[in-house]
């Protein structure tokens, strides 16, 4: 690594260490303005994201790609995913303003040149995020079942429509949203729109001679992604989010 490379990765460590505690110092001076569960979803939904770009560099590094690896992201330490934006800023603000909590992490580096099956293994590693926000998911619903008696797992739901998730004591109402809110990232990085991993099945299908035209287009993704969101046409994410929550509500049932 570069003299600068060393310099800029020193300087990344404070730089994420003021950011996380600014958002900390807001939450605190406003938490009774903000409830407890908002709270909550600020804390889960920040290493879930954080576990899904590591996903990405593991995947890779087993289809013989070590770019993440070598750019030391395939670890559990968070400073080397914070994106001070996406991370920390974006979900701190939709916390405060009550608005739940969403964000993205650092994108991990992939080469799909170096993988011994580039189309197929890009493909893979771009869905092994989802995949870990589903098995997050699926570790919720075990330890809701494990940590209440026998049988009374589906109450959890059954609470939540009726009195909200507030309702909840701690330990369900965290386990609750750990599975909520990784079903929600799972299927909105699951949305074949560039940048987010559903793209990836959408670049596997086409043609060998249409991938520059692809490449291209991707350039554009971020943008076309802030207008759906912001934008929202026909209810859009409501037809992508309410069949997934009932989806979740369905599991926990079971």
Not at 19 to 43: E, P, Q
Not at 84 to 113: H, R
Request: glycine share 8%.
């Amino acid at each position: 690594m570069s003299s600068r490379g060393r310099a800029a990765g020193r300087l990344a460590h404070p730089q994420a260490w003021v950011a996380i505690g600014l958002i900390l110092l807001a939450l605190w001076s406003v938490r009774r303005s903000i409830s407890s569960t908002t709270l909550w979803m600020f804390v889960i939904v920040v290493p879930s994201i954080i576990l899904h770009e590591v996903s990405h560099g593991v995947c890779a590094l087993a289809f013989g790609d070590d770019t993440a690896r070598r750019a030391g992201r395939i670890t559990l330490n968070p400073l080397r995913h914070i994106d001070p934006m996406g991370t920390l800023v974006l979900p701190g603000l939709l916390a405060l303003a009550g608005m739940g909590a969403f964000g993205y992490a650092k994108p991990v580096p992939v080469n799909p040149s170096k993988m011994r099956s580039p189309r197929n293994g890009s493909l893979v590693v771009s869905l092994a995020g989802p995949a870990t926000n589903l098995a997050l998911a699926g570790v919720s619903i075990l330890a809701l079942r494990l940590t209440r008696p026998a049988g009374t797992a589906r109450l959890v739901q059954a609470a939540v429509n009726v009195f909200g998730v507030g309702a909840l004591d701690t330990t369900d109402r965290v386990l609750y949203l750990l599975g909520f809110l990784n079903v929600m990232l799972a299927v909105f990085n699951a949305l074949p729109v560039p940048p987010l991993d559903g793209s990836a099945l959408i670049a596997r299908l086409l043609p060998r001679s249409a991938m520059p035209t692809w490449y291209t287009l991707q350039r554009w993704g971020m943008p076309m992604l802030l207008l759906l969101v912001l934008l929202d046409p026909h209810q859009f994410l409501y037809h992508v989010f309410e069949p997934a929550e009932r989806a979740w509500a369905r599991l926990l049932t079971a």
